[in-house]
Protein backbone atom coordinates (compact mmCIF):
# COMPACT_ATOMS: atom_id res chain seq x y z
CA UNK A 1 0.00 0.00 0.00
CA UNK A 2 2.47 2.66 1.01
CA UNK A 3 4.49 1.68 -2.20
CA UNK A 4 1.32 2.18 -4.06
CA UNK A 5 0.92 5.62 -2.29
CA UNK A 6 4.23 6.52 -3.19
CA UNK A 7 4.40 5.67 -6.81
CA UNK A 8 1.52 7.96 -7.10
CA UNK A 9 2.84 10.89 -4.97
CA UNK A 10 5.80 10.69 -7.09
CA UNK A 11 3.68 10.72 -10.79
CA UNK A 12 1.09 13.23 -10.07
CA UNK A 13 1.41 16.03 -11.97
CA UNK A 14 0.34 18.38 -9.16
CA UNK A 15 3.15 19.71 -6.98
CA UNK A 16 3.11 18.37 -3.23
CA UNK A 17 4.79 19.07 -0.44
CA UNK A 18 4.65 18.39 3.10
CA UNK A 19 6.12 21.81 5.73
CA UNK A 20 6.44 20.85 9.27
CA UNK A 21 4.67 23.09 12.00
CA UNK A 22 6.87 25.97 11.27
CA UNK A 23 6.51 26.11 7.89
CA UNK A 24 9.47 24.30 6.56
CA UNK A 25 9.48 21.70 3.96
CA UNK A 26 9.78 18.14 4.80
CA UNK A 27 9.06 16.56 1.48
CA UNK A 28 8.09 17.54 -1.86
CA UNK A 29 7.36 15.60 -5.43
CA UNK A 30 9.32 15.42 -8.46
CA UNK A 31 6.03 17.88 -9.97
CA UNK A 32 7.25 20.56 -7.52
CA UNK A 33 11.05 20.29 -8.95
CA UNK A 34 9.74 20.18 -12.84
CA UNK A 35 7.57 23.29 -11.78
CA UNK A 36 9.23 25.61 -9.55
CA UNK A 37 13.15 24.26 -10.59
CA UNK A 38 14.35 23.52 -6.88
CA UNK A 39 15.79 19.63 -6.21
CA UNK A 40 13.96 18.10 -3.32
CA UNK A 41 17.23 18.34 -1.12
CA UNK A 42 17.57 22.31 -2.06
CA UNK A 43 13.68 22.66 -0.72
CA UNK A 44 14.26 20.49 2.46
CA UNK A 45 14.08 22.47 5.79
CA UNK A 46 13.54 25.56 3.65
CA UNK A 47 10.50 27.96 3.90
CA UNK A 48 8.46 27.93 0.93
CA UNK A 49 8.21 31.63 0.51
CA UNK A 50 11.72 31.69 -1.10
CA UNK A 51 9.56 30.70 -3.70
CA UNK A 52 7.90 34.48 -3.07
CA UNK A 53 8.90 37.15 -5.71
CA UNK A 54 9.08 39.94 -2.89
CA UNK A 55 12.07 39.26 -0.66
CA UNK A 56 9.76 40.52 2.35
CA UNK A 57 6.82 37.51 1.95
CA UNK A 58 8.08 35.62 4.76
CA UNK A 59 5.74 37.93 6.76
CA UNK A 60 2.72 36.85 3.78
CA UNK A 61 3.40 33.17 4.19
CA UNK A 62 3.36 33.29 8.25
CA UNK A 63 -0.18 35.22 7.84
CA UNK A 64 -1.29 32.33 5.07
CA UNK A 65 0.48 29.57 7.27
CA UNK A 66 -1.91 30.93 10.56
CA UNK A 67 -4.96 31.14 8.18
CA UNK A 68 -4.53 27.65 7.25
CA UNK A 69 -3.87 26.26 10.82
CA UNK A 70 -7.19 28.86 11.52
CA UNK A 71 -9.49 27.43 9.24
CA UNK A 72 -8.59 24.10 8.63
CA UNK A 73 -7.42 25.33 5.17
CA UNK A 74 -6.39 28.16 2.54
CA UNK A 75 -6.09 28.96 -1.09
CA UNK A 76 -3.86 31.42 -2.51
CA UNK A 77 -3.52 32.30 -6.42
CA UNK A 78 -0.53 34.56 -7.30
CA UNK A 79 2.74 35.01 -8.80
CA UNK A 80 5.93 32.26 -7.67
CA UNK A 81 9.93 32.74 -8.79
CA UNK A 82 11.27 29.55 -10.21
CA UNK A 83 15.27 28.90 -9.07
CA UNK A 84 16.20 31.00 -12.73
CA UNK A 85 14.42 33.61 -11.45
CA UNK A 86 11.41 33.47 -14.07
CA UNK A 87 7.87 34.03 -12.71
CA UNK A 88 4.70 31.63 -13.27
CA UNK A 89 0.93 32.02 -11.86
CA UNK A 90 0.14 29.61 -9.35
CA UNK A 91 -2.75 28.22 -7.20
CA UNK A 92 -1.66 26.95 -3.79
CA UNK A 93 -3.55 25.15 -1.20
CA UNK A 94 -2.52 24.88 2.55
CA UNK A 95 -4.49 21.98 4.86
CA UNK A 96 -3.32 21.64 8.35
CA UNK A 97 -2.50 18.52 9.08
CA UNK A 98 -2.82 16.46 11.77
CA UNK A 99 -2.06 13.00 12.98
CA UNK A 100 -5.02 9.93 14.13
CA UNK A 101 -4.59 11.55 17.86
CA UNK A 102 -5.78 14.53 16.43
CA UNK A 103 -2.04 16.61 17.47
CA UNK A 104 -0.94 19.07 14.59
CA UNK A 105 2.32 17.87 12.71
CA UNK A 106 2.24 20.74 9.87
CA UNK A 107 0.52 21.61 6.61
CA UNK A 108 -0.03 20.16 3.30
CA UNK A 109 0.39 22.14 0.27
CA UNK A 110 -0.52 21.69 -3.09
CA UNK A 111 1.05 23.92 -5.76
CA UNK A 112 -0.60 23.90 -9.09
CA UNK A 113 0.88 26.48 -12.71
CA UNK A 114 -2.65 28.19 -13.76
CA UNK A 115 -0.20 30.77 -16.02
CA UNK A 116 -2.19 29.41 -19.33
CA UNK A 117 -5.64 29.67 -17.18
CA UNK A 118 -4.44 33.28 -16.09
CA UNK A 119 -3.69 34.48 -19.40
CA UNK A 120 -6.54 33.73 -20.19
CA UNK A 121 -8.48 35.39 -17.35
CA UNK A 122 -6.22 38.25 -18.22
CA UNK A 123 -7.78 38.50 -21.25
CA UNK A 124 -11.14 38.51 -20.68
CA UNK A 125 -10.42 40.86 -16.86
CA UNK A 126 -9.06 43.07 -19.51
CA UNK A 127 -12.44 43.14 -21.52
CA UNK A 128 -14.51 43.22 -18.70
CA UNK A 129 -12.44 46.07 -17.47
CA UNK A 130 -13.34 48.31 -20.61
CA UNK A 131 -17.05 47.12 -20.64
CA UNK A 132 -17.21 48.40 -16.70
CA UNK A 133 -15.41 51.39 -17.62
CA UNK A 134 -18.02 52.00 -20.43
CA UNK A 135 -21.21 51.14 -18.13
CA UNK A 136 -19.41 53.26 -15.22
CA UNK A 137 -19.82 56.30 -17.78
CA UNK A 138 -23.40 56.13 -17.72
CA UNK A 139 -23.56 54.79 -13.92
CA UNK A 140 -26.68 55.30 -12.17
CA UNK A 141 -28.95 54.80 -15.56
CA UNK A 142 -31.25 52.17 -16.26
CA UNK A 143 -31.54 51.47 -20.26
CA UNK A 144 -34.43 49.56 -22.02
CA UNK A 145 -36.22 48.98 -25.23
CA UNK A 146 -39.72 50.06 -26.09
CA UNK A 147 -41.17 48.86 -29.18
CA UNK A 148 -43.61 51.18 -31.38
CA UNK A 149 -46.57 50.33 -29.16
CA UNK A 150 -44.98 51.39 -25.53
CA UNK A 151 -44.42 48.01 -24.36
CA UNK A 152 -41.11 46.69 -22.71
CA UNK A 153 -38.57 44.60 -24.92
CA UNK A 154 -35.25 44.59 -23.26
CA UNK A 155 -34.12 45.27 -19.51
CA UNK A 156 -31.00 46.01 -18.11
CA UNK A 157 -29.34 45.47 -14.87
CA UNK A 158 -29.40 49.12 -13.89
CA UNK A 159 -33.61 49.17 -14.82
CA UNK A 160 -33.58 46.10 -12.34
CA UNK A 161 -31.79 47.69 -9.63
CA UNK A 162 -33.76 51.27 -9.72
CA UNK A 163 -37.15 50.30 -10.73
CA UNK A 164 -36.93 46.91 -8.57
CA UNK A 165 -38.46 44.69 -11.30
CA UNK A 166 -36.54 41.43 -12.43
CA UNK A 167 -37.00 41.04 -16.72
CA UNK A 168 -39.10 38.20 -16.58
CA UNK A 169 -41.85 40.14 -14.21
CA UNK A 170 -41.54 43.46 -16.71
CA UNK A 171 -40.69 42.80 -20.29
CA UNK A 172 -43.60 43.12 -22.13
CA UNK A 173 -45.53 45.10 -20.09
CA UNK A 174 -46.48 48.75 -21.18
CA UNK A 175 -44.00 51.03 -20.01
CA UNK A 176 -47.00 53.55 -18.49
CA UNK A 177 -46.31 51.17 -15.03
CA UNK A 178 -43.68 53.44 -14.03
CA UNK A 179 -45.82 56.20 -13.79
CA UNK A 180 -47.90 57.95 -10.76
CA UNK A 181 -51.88 58.08 -10.84
CA UNK A 182 -52.25 61.87 -11.93
CA UNK A 183 -50.02 61.15 -14.99
CA UNK A 184 -52.11 58.37 -15.98
CA UNK A 185 -55.11 60.65 -16.01
CA UNK A 186 -53.27 63.04 -17.92
CA UNK A 187 -52.06 60.63 -20.39
CA UNK A 188 -48.54 61.55 -19.94
CA UNK A 189 -47.00 58.02 -21.17
CA UNK A 190 -49.12 58.18 -24.74
CA UNK A 191 -47.89 62.25 -25.22
CA UNK A 192 -44.14 61.43 -24.12
CA UNK A 193 -43.92 58.60 -26.78
CA UNK A 194 -45.77 61.38 -29.58
CA UNK A 195 -43.22 64.14 -28.58
CA UNK A 196 -40.29 61.35 -29.10
CA UNK A 197 -41.54 60.55 -32.64
CA UNK A 198 -42.26 64.03 -33.66
CA UNK A 199 -39.12 65.47 -32.89
CA UNK A 200 -37.24 62.46 -32.25
CA UNK A 201 -36.01 63.13 -28.51
CA UNK A 202 -38.29 63.36 -25.53
CA UNK A 203 -36.20 64.45 -22.10
CA UNK A 204 -38.07 65.51 -19.23
CA UNK A 205 -37.30 65.00 -14.77
CA UNK A 206 -40.21 64.21 -12.73
CA UNK A 207 -41.41 61.57 -10.17
CA UNK A 208 -41.83 58.08 -11.63
CA UNK A 209 -43.48 54.74 -9.43
CA UNK A 210 -40.98 51.39 -8.22
CA UNK A 211 -42.51 47.72 -7.82
CA UNK A 212 -42.83 48.43 -4.49
CA UNK A 213 -45.05 51.72 -4.88
CA UNK A 214 -42.48 54.38 -3.79
CA UNK A 215 -41.77 57.50 -5.99
CA UNK A 216 -38.48 58.80 -7.22
CA UNK A 217 -37.49 61.58 -8.71
CA UNK A 218 -35.88 60.87 -12.38
CA UNK A 219 -34.12 61.97 -15.54
CA UNK A 220 -36.00 60.24 -18.21
CA UNK A 221 -35.02 60.41 -21.93
CA UNK A 222 -36.57 59.09 -24.79
CA UNK A 223 -35.13 58.37 -28.32
CA UNK A 224 -37.42 57.00 -31.05
CA UNK A 225 -35.70 54.39 -33.23
CA UNK A 226 -36.05 53.90 -36.80
CA UNK A 227 -34.66 51.49 -39.91
CA UNK A 228 -33.34 52.10 -42.84
CA UNK A 229 -36.85 52.54 -43.84
CA UNK A 230 -37.34 55.04 -41.79
CA UNK A 231 -39.56 52.81 -40.50
CA UNK A 232 -40.59 53.24 -36.41
CA UNK A 233 -38.88 50.20 -34.77
CA UNK A 234 -39.68 51.42 -30.95
CA UNK A 235 -37.83 53.57 -28.52
CA UNK A 236 -34.61 54.03 -26.04
CA UNK A 237 -35.55 54.90 -22.87
CA UNK A 238 -32.82 55.77 -20.52
CA UNK A 239 -33.61 56.58 -16.37
CA UNK A 240 -31.34 58.11 -14.21
CA UNK A 241 -32.47 58.61 -10.17
CA UNK A 242 -32.10 61.63 -9.38
CA UNK A 243 -33.83 61.69 -5.70
CA UNK A 244 -31.54 58.79 -4.53
CA UNK A 245 -28.44 60.34 -5.67
CA UNK A 246 -29.58 64.11 -3.77
CA UNK A 247 -30.36 62.04 -0.82
CA UNK A 248 -27.14 60.24 -0.57
CA UNK A 249 -25.38 62.45 -1.20
CA UNK A 250 -26.89 64.89 2.03
CA UNK A 251 -26.62 61.50 3.88
CA UNK A 252 -22.91 61.22 2.89
CA UNK A 253 -22.53 65.12 3.64
CA UNK A 254 -23.75 65.14 6.86
CA UNK A 255 -22.14 61.65 8.00
CA UNK A 256 -18.62 63.17 6.63
CA UNK A 257 -19.11 66.23 8.59
CA UNK A 258 -20.05 64.06 11.98
CA UNK A 259 -16.71 61.29 10.69
CA UNK A 260 -14.66 64.08 9.90
CA UNK A 261 -14.83 65.73 13.41
CA UNK A 262 -14.23 62.31 14.91
CA UNK A 263 -11.37 61.00 12.43
CA UNK A 264 -9.43 64.06 11.64
CA UNK A 265 -6.71 63.88 14.37
CA UNK A 266 -6.34 60.12 14.66
CA UNK A 267 -2.58 59.20 13.53
CA UNK A 268 -2.27 56.04 14.11
CA UNK A 269 -4.35 54.72 12.16
CA UNK A 270 -5.53 55.24 8.21
CA UNK A 271 -9.51 56.16 8.33
CA UNK A 272 -11.49 56.75 5.56
CA UNK A 273 -14.34 56.26 3.07
CA UNK A 274 -15.52 55.22 0.28
CA UNK A 275 -18.24 55.19 -2.26
CA UNK A 276 -20.36 52.39 -3.24
CA UNK A 277 -17.86 51.89 -6.05
CA UNK A 278 -14.62 52.51 -4.30
CA UNK A 279 -13.50 55.80 -4.95
CA UNK A 280 -12.15 57.18 -1.68
CA UNK A 281 -14.65 60.12 -0.81
CA UNK A 282 -12.26 61.41 2.99
CA UNK A 283 -9.02 61.15 3.84
CA UNK A 284 -7.63 61.58 7.45
CA UNK A 285 -4.34 62.66 8.66
CA UNK A 286 -3.57 58.78 9.84
CA UNK A 287 -4.37 58.20 5.94
CA UNK A 288 -1.89 60.84 4.90
CA UNK A 289 0.77 59.27 7.26
CA UNK A 290 1.13 56.02 6.17
CA UNK A 291 0.24 55.63 2.55
CA UNK A 292 1.94 59.16 1.99
CA UNK A 293 -0.70 60.86 -0.18
CA UNK A 294 -2.53 64.07 0.64
CA UNK A 295 -6.33 64.54 0.37
CA UNK A 296 -6.39 66.72 -2.39
CA UNK A 297 -4.15 63.57 -4.06
CA UNK A 298 -5.92 60.61 -3.57
CA UNK A 299 -10.08 61.75 -3.33
CA UNK A 300 -12.21 60.94 -6.54
CA UNK A 301 -9.47 57.82 -6.74
CA UNK A 302 -10.14 54.07 -7.22
CA UNK A 303 -9.06 52.84 -3.62
CA UNK A 304 -7.29 49.42 -5.84
CA UNK A 305 -4.59 51.92 -5.75
CA UNK A 306 -2.99 50.82 -2.97
CA UNK A 307 -2.83 47.36 -3.61
CA UNK A 308 0.22 45.72 -5.45
CA UNK A 309 -0.02 43.93 -8.90
CA UNK A 310 -0.86 40.39 -7.75
CA UNK A 311 -4.10 41.38 -5.61
CA UNK A 312 -5.29 43.81 -8.58
CA UNK A 313 -4.93 40.39 -11.52
CA UNK A 314 -6.77 38.53 -8.62
CA UNK A 315 -9.62 40.68 -8.50
CA UNK A 316 -9.13 41.51 -4.53
CA UNK A 317 -10.31 44.94 -4.18
CA UNK A 318 -13.72 44.15 -6.09
CA UNK A 319 -13.79 40.69 -3.84
CA UNK A 320 -13.21 42.63 -0.27
CA UNK A 321 -15.92 44.88 -1.47
CA UNK A 322 -18.17 42.07 -2.23
CA UNK A 323 -17.16 40.51 1.15
CA UNK A 324 -17.90 43.45 3.49
CA UNK A 325 -21.23 43.67 1.16
CA UNK A 326 -22.80 40.48 1.85
CA UNK A 327 -21.00 40.15 5.41
CA UNK A 328 -21.06 43.55 6.55
CA UNK A 329 -17.64 43.93 7.34
CA UNK A 330 -14.19 42.36 5.39
CA UNK A 331 -10.87 41.61 7.96
CA UNK A 332 -7.86 40.71 6.90
CA UNK A 333 -3.76 41.24 6.55
CA UNK A 334 -1.89 41.57 4.14
CA UNK A 335 1.05 43.94 1.53
CA UNK A 336 -0.64 47.52 0.62
CA UNK A 337 1.58 49.89 -1.04
CA UNK A 338 2.26 53.85 -0.15
CA UNK A 339 2.53 56.39 -2.81
CA UNK A 340 6.64 56.00 -3.46
CA UNK A 341 5.75 52.84 -4.26
CA UNK A 342 7.33 50.73 -1.22
CA UNK A 343 5.15 48.07 0.34
CA UNK A 344 3.92 47.81 4.17
CA UNK A 345 2.20 45.03 6.02
CA UNK A 346 -1.17 45.76 6.82
CA UNK A 347 -4.47 45.23 9.09
CA UNK A 348 -7.35 45.88 6.89
CA UNK A 349 -11.11 46.29 8.17
CA UNK A 350 -13.43 47.63 5.21
CA UNK A 351 -17.28 47.61 6.79
CA UNK A 352 -20.69 48.42 4.69
CA UNK A 353 -22.29 51.56 5.35
CA UNK A 354 -26.27 51.79 4.77
CA UNK A 355 -28.77 54.59 4.76
CA UNK A 356 -31.96 54.86 6.74
CA UNK A 357 -33.44 52.93 4.03
CA UNK A 358 -30.58 50.15 4.08
CA UNK A 359 -29.45 51.40 1.02
CA UNK A 360 -25.47 50.96 0.54
CA UNK A 361 -24.41 53.96 0.77
CA UNK A 362 -20.96 53.18 0.72
CA UNK A 363 -17.94 51.76 2.50
CA UNK A 364 -15.47 52.72 5.79
CA UNK A 365 -11.97 51.73 5.90
CA UNK A 366 -9.56 51.55 8.63
CA UNK A 367 -5.81 50.59 7.69
CA UNK A 368 -3.04 50.08 10.35
CA UNK A 369 0.50 49.74 9.48
CA UNK A 370 1.82 46.39 11.39
CA UNK A 371 4.94 46.17 9.70
CA UNK A 372 7.19 47.36 12.73
CA UNK A 373 5.30 44.57 14.58
CA UNK A 374 6.11 41.58 12.20
CA UNK A 375 9.05 42.54 11.99
CA UNK A 376 9.92 42.41 15.78
CA UNK A 377 7.73 39.03 15.47
CA UNK A 378 10.25 37.82 12.62
CA UNK A 379 13.14 38.94 14.91
CA UNK A 380 11.90 37.15 18.02
CA UNK A 381 11.35 34.20 16.06
CA UNK A 382 14.92 34.20 14.32
CA UNK A 383 16.02 34.74 18.49
CA UNK A 384 14.15 31.74 19.28
CA UNK A 385 15.63 29.80 16.47
CA UNK A 386 19.08 31.19 16.77
CA UNK A 387 18.27 29.65 20.93
CA UNK A 388 17.40 26.37 19.44
CA UNK A 389 20.47 26.06 17.63
CA UNK A 390 22.82 26.99 20.75
CA UNK A 391 21.18 24.64 23.03
CA UNK A 392 21.56 21.44 20.22
CA UNK A 393 25.27 22.99 19.64
CA UNK A 394 25.31 22.99 24.11
CA UNK A 395 23.39 19.39 23.04
CA UNK A 396 26.20 18.01 21.12
CA UNK A 397 29.11 19.36 23.03
CA UNK A 398 27.55 17.43 26.25
CA UNK A 399 27.65 14.38 24.23
CA UNK A 400 31.96 14.93 23.13
CA UNK A 401 32.33 15.65 26.79
CA UNK A 402 30.31 12.17 27.85
CA UNK A 403 32.21 10.29 25.18
CA UNK A 404 35.31 11.72 26.45
CA UNK A 405 33.97 11.08 29.84
CA UNK A 406 33.63 7.20 28.74
CA UNK A 407 37.03 6.95 27.34
CA UNK A 408 38.35 8.76 30.39
CA UNK A 409 36.60 5.65 32.15
CA UNK A 410 37.94 3.36 29.53
CA UNK A 411 41.64 4.42 30.12
CA UNK A 412 41.22 4.16 33.61
CA UNK A 413 40.57 0.77 33.37
CA UNK A 414 43.15 0.06 30.94
CA UNK A 415 45.59 1.61 33.36
CA UNK A 416 44.30 -0.05 36.23
CA UNK A 417 44.08 -3.55 34.53
CA UNK A 418 45.91 -3.86 30.92
CA UNK A 419 49.16 -1.99 31.37
CA UNK A 420 49.65 -3.87 35.02
CA UNK A 421 49.91 -7.35 33.84
CA UNK A 422 53.01 -6.99 31.88
CA UNK A 423 54.12 -5.41 34.99
CA UNK A 424 52.98 -8.40 36.80
CA UNK A 425 54.37 -10.45 34.72
CA UNK A 426 57.75 -9.05 34.95
CA UNK A 427 57.72 -8.87 38.52
CA UNK A 428 56.71 -12.38 39.33
CA UNK A 429 59.44 -13.33 36.71
CA UNK A 430 62.09 -11.04 38.33
CA UNK A 431 61.20 -12.72 41.63
CA UNK A 432 61.61 -16.48 40.12
CA UNK A 433 65.07 -15.27 39.01
CA UNK A 434 66.16 -14.26 42.42
CA UNK A 435 65.10 -17.30 44.34
CA UNK A 436 66.86 -19.24 41.25
CA UNK A 437 70.44 -16.74 42.19
CA UNK A 438 70.10 -17.58 45.75
CA UNK A 439 70.21 -21.32 45.36
CA UNK A 440 72.54 -21.29 42.82
CA UNK A 441 69.87 -22.74 40.02
CA UNK A 442 70.40 -21.26 36.64
CA UNK A 443 69.09 -23.46 34.00
CA UNK A 444 65.45 -21.97 33.54
CA UNK A 445 67.18 -18.17 33.99
CA UNK A 446 67.45 -17.75 30.27
CA UNK A 447 63.45 -18.53 29.87
CA UNK A 448 62.45 -16.45 32.73
CA UNK A 449 64.75 -13.30 31.69
CA UNK A 450 63.22 -14.09 27.89
CA UNK A 451 59.59 -13.92 29.10
CA UNK A 452 60.40 -10.84 31.26
CA UNK A 453 61.74 -9.06 28.38
CA UNK A 454 58.56 -10.23 26.42
CA UNK A 455 56.09 -8.99 28.74
CA UNK A 456 58.27 -5.30 28.83
CA UNK A 457 58.07 -5.53 25.62
CA UNK A 458 54.44 -5.97 25.22
CA UNK A 459 53.96 -3.13 28.21
CA UNK A 460 56.17 -0.94 25.56
CA UNK A 461 53.29 -1.55 22.88
CA UNK A 462 50.42 -0.57 24.75
CA UNK A 463 52.05 2.58 26.10
CA UNK A 464 52.62 3.34 22.49
CA UNK A 465 49.15 2.34 21.15
CA UNK A 466 47.54 4.42 23.69
CA UNK A 467 49.87 7.42 23.08
CA UNK A 468 48.48 6.90 19.58
CA UNK A 469 44.87 6.89 20.14
CA UNK A 470 44.94 9.64 22.31
CA UNK A 471 46.89 12.24 19.58
CA UNK A 472 44.65 10.97 17.14
CA UNK A 473 42.23 13.72 18.91
CA UNK A 474 44.59 16.06 19.28
CA UNK A 475 46.20 16.40 16.19
CA UNK A 476 44.11 18.68 13.57
CA UNK A 477 42.93 16.97 10.47
CA UNK A 478 44.82 17.86 7.46
CA UNK A 479 42.54 18.38 4.11
CA UNK A 480 43.39 17.26 0.94
CA UNK A 481 42.40 14.68 -2.05
CA UNK A 482 43.74 11.22 -1.92
CA UNK A 483 43.33 8.91 -5.02
CA UNK A 484 41.23 5.70 -3.23
CA UNK A 485 43.76 3.38 -5.51
CA UNK A 486 46.55 5.07 -3.63
CA UNK A 487 45.19 5.06 -0.30
CA UNK A 488 44.75 1.19 -0.62
CA UNK A 489 48.33 1.00 -2.30
CA UNK A 490 50.06 2.56 0.53
CA UNK A 491 48.11 0.62 3.46
CA UNK A 492 49.36 -2.51 1.65
CA UNK A 493 52.63 -1.26 1.31
CA UNK A 494 53.37 -0.72 4.73
CA UNK A 495 51.65 -4.35 5.73
CA UNK A 496 53.71 -5.83 2.43
CA UNK A 497 55.60 -8.60 4.92
CA UNK A 498 52.00 -9.71 6.34
CA UNK A 499 50.80 -9.91 2.95
CA UNK A 500 53.42 -11.83 1.46
CA UNK A 501 53.44 -14.51 4.32
CA UNK A 502 49.84 -15.11 4.59
CA UNK A 503 49.79 -15.40 0.70
CA UNK A 504 46.64 -13.17 1.15
CA UNK A 505 44.32 -11.91 -2.07
CA UNK A 506 43.51 -8.34 -1.51
CA UNK A 507 41.54 -6.19 -4.54
CA UNK A 508 39.93 -3.03 -4.98
CA UNK A 509 36.43 -2.51 -6.66
CA UNK A 510 35.89 0.91 -6.40
CA UNK A 511 33.13 3.79 -8.59
CA UNK A 512 35.09 6.77 -6.84
CA UNK A 513 38.58 8.07 -7.40
CA UNK A 514 39.37 10.11 -5.14
CA UNK A 515 38.15 11.36 -1.24
CA UNK A 516 38.66 13.86 0.33
CA UNK A 517 40.45 13.88 4.31
CA UNK A 518 43.46 13.26 6.25
CA UNK A 519 45.80 11.33 4.35
CA UNK A 520 47.82 9.64 7.21
CA UNK A 521 45.08 8.59 9.24
CA UNK A 522 42.80 7.14 6.35
CA UNK A 523 46.09 5.38 5.55
CA UNK A 524 45.90 3.99 9.37
CA UNK A 525 42.18 3.40 9.06
CA UNK A 526 42.45 1.36 5.73
CA UNK A 527 46.06 -0.74 7.20
CA UNK A 528 44.40 -1.75 10.52
CA UNK A 529 41.16 -3.23 8.47
CA UNK A 530 43.43 -4.86 6.56
CA UNK A 531 45.52 -5.92 9.18
CA UNK A 532 42.36 -7.40 11.06
CA UNK A 533 41.39 -9.26 8.12
CA UNK A 534 44.87 -10.57 7.53
CA UNK A 535 45.16 -11.95 11.48
CA UNK A 536 42.03 -13.56 11.97
CA UNK A 537 41.88 -15.92 9.31
CA UNK A 538 41.85 -20.13 9.85
CA UNK A 539 43.09 -22.23 7.53
CA UNK A 540 42.41 -20.70 4.19
CA UNK A 541 44.88 -17.58 2.86
CA UNK A 542 42.90 -14.21 3.31
CA UNK A 543 41.41 -12.97 0.75
CA UNK A 544 40.40 -9.47 1.13
CA UNK A 545 37.91 -7.31 -0.97
CA UNK A 546 37.32 -3.32 -0.84
CA UNK A 547 34.51 -1.88 -2.16
CA UNK A 548 34.23 2.11 -2.51
CA UNK A 549 31.17 4.26 -3.97
CA UNK A 550 29.47 6.78 -3.41
CA UNK A 551 25.82 6.51 -1.61
CA UNK A 552 23.39 9.44 -0.33
CA UNK A 553 25.82 12.16 -0.47
CA UNK A 554 28.62 9.98 1.30
CA UNK A 555 31.67 7.57 0.03
CA UNK A 556 30.84 4.88 1.75
CA UNK A 557 33.65 1.65 1.85
CA UNK A 558 32.99 -2.03 2.84
CA UNK A 559 36.26 -4.21 3.59
CA UNK A 560 35.32 -8.05 3.59
CA UNK A 561 36.84 -10.71 4.55
CA UNK A 562 36.90 -14.35 4.72
CA UNK A 563 38.50 -14.87 7.99
CA UNK A 564 36.79 -16.62 11.17
CA UNK A 565 34.04 -14.35 11.52
CA UNK A 566 32.26 -12.61 14.93
CA UNK A 567 29.95 -13.38 17.18
CA UNK A 568 26.41 -11.20 16.78
CA UNK A 569 26.31 -10.75 20.64
CA UNK A 570 30.42 -9.19 20.22
CA UNK A 571 29.79 -7.03 17.22
CA UNK A 572 29.62 -4.07 19.42
CA UNK A 573 32.14 -4.56 21.52
CA UNK A 574 35.15 -4.65 18.51
CA UNK A 575 35.82 -0.61 19.14
CA UNK A 576 35.80 -0.90 22.91
CA UNK A 577 39.78 0.24 23.87
CA UNK A 578 41.75 -2.81 24.21
CA UNK A 579 38.57 -5.43 24.28
CA UNK A 580 40.41 -8.87 22.82
CA UNK A 581 37.63 -11.62 21.38
CA UNK A 582 39.90 -13.88 21.35
CA UNK A 583 43.76 -15.11 23.11
CA UNK A 584 46.56 -13.38 22.35
CA UNK A 585 47.65 -17.01 22.36
CA UNK A 586 45.61 -17.66 18.85
CA UNK A 587 45.58 -14.24 17.31
CA UNK A 588 48.25 -11.51 19.00
CA UNK A 589 47.99 -7.83 18.96
CA UNK A 590 46.93 -4.89 21.47
CA UNK A 591 43.32 -5.00 20.96
CA UNK A 592 43.13 -0.84 20.31
CA UNK A 593 43.49 -1.00 16.65
CA UNK A 594 39.49 -1.17 15.99
CA UNK A 595 39.13 1.76 18.50
CA UNK A 596 41.81 4.05 16.50
CA UNK A 597 39.70 3.16 13.18
CA UNK A 598 36.37 4.32 15.16
CA UNK A 599 37.88 7.47 16.35
CA UNK A 600 39.66 8.09 12.79
CA UNK A 601 35.69 7.68 11.23
CA UNK A 602 34.49 9.75 13.85
CA UNK A 603 36.43 12.57 12.84
CA UNK A 604 35.97 12.50 9.59
CA UNK A 605 32.16 13.04 10.13
CA UNK A 606 31.57 9.25 9.31
CA UNK A 607 30.23 6.11 10.64
CA UNK A 608 31.78 2.57 10.87
CA UNK A 609 30.31 -0.75 11.59
CA UNK A 610 31.01 -4.75 10.75
CA UNK A 611 28.78 -7.14 9.40
CA UNK A 612 29.73 -10.77 10.47
CA UNK A 613 28.72 -14.13 10.53
CA UNK A 614 31.21 -16.97 12.43
CA UNK A 615 33.11 -18.98 10.12
CA UNK A 616 31.59 -17.43 7.22
CA UNK A 617 34.06 -13.64 7.48
CA UNK A 618 33.16 -10.31 8.41
CA UNK A 619 33.01 -7.40 6.17
CA UNK A 620 33.82 -3.64 7.90
CA UNK A 621 31.86 -0.92 6.79
CA UNK A 622 32.86 2.85 7.29
CA UNK A 623 31.05 6.65 5.37
CA UNK A 624 33.45 9.83 4.60
CA UNK A 625 31.92 12.67 4.05
CA UNK A 626 31.95 13.66 0.51
CA UNK A 627 33.20 16.80 0.85
CA UNK A 628 36.28 19.35 -0.50
CA UNK A 629 36.50 20.93 3.11
CA UNK A 630 35.81 19.21 6.91
CA UNK A 631 35.23 21.66 9.41
CA UNK A 632 37.86 21.64 12.52
CA UNK A 633 36.84 19.38 15.32
CA UNK A 634 37.60 19.08 18.74
CA UNK A 635 38.38 16.64 20.69
Known amino acids: MFTDCNLLLQNISEGLMMLDPDGLVTYSNPAVTTMTGFPAEELKKKSLSLLYVNNRDSIKYEYELSQARKKGKFIAEGWKQKKDQTQFWAEMILSAAYDTQGTFIGFTCVLRDISEKKNDHLELMQSEERYRLMVEGVQ ?48 KPEMELEVAVATGRYQEEGWRVKKNGSVFWANVVITSLYNEQNELLGFSKVTRDLSERREAEEILRLSEERYRSLVEQVTD ?141 QFTSIVSHDLQEPVRTIRSFLQLIELKIAGNQYDELGTYISKSIHAANRMKELIQNLLQYSQLSRKEILQEEISVANLVSQAMQNLKTAIDVSGAEISLESEVETVHGDRVQLVQLVQNLLSNAL ?101
Not at 169 to 187: C, P, Q, W
Not at 312 to 340: S, T
Request: charged content about 30%.
Open 140 to 187: DYCIFMLDSTGHIVTWNEGARRTKGYSPSEIIGKHFSVFYTLKDLESR
Open 269 to 409: YGIFMLDEKGRIISWNEGAKRIKGYSAGEIIGKYFSIFYPKEDLLNGKPAYELKVARAEGKYEEEGWRLRKDGSLFWASIVITAVYNAEGILIGFSKVTRDLTERKQAERELRESYERYRMLAEELRLTNDELSDINQELE
Open 535 to 635: KFTDTEPPRVVIRCRREKGQVKFAVSDNGIGIEEADLRKVFEIFRRLNTPRNYPGTGIGLAICKKIVDRHRGMIWPESQVGKGTTFYFTLNDEARLPAQNP
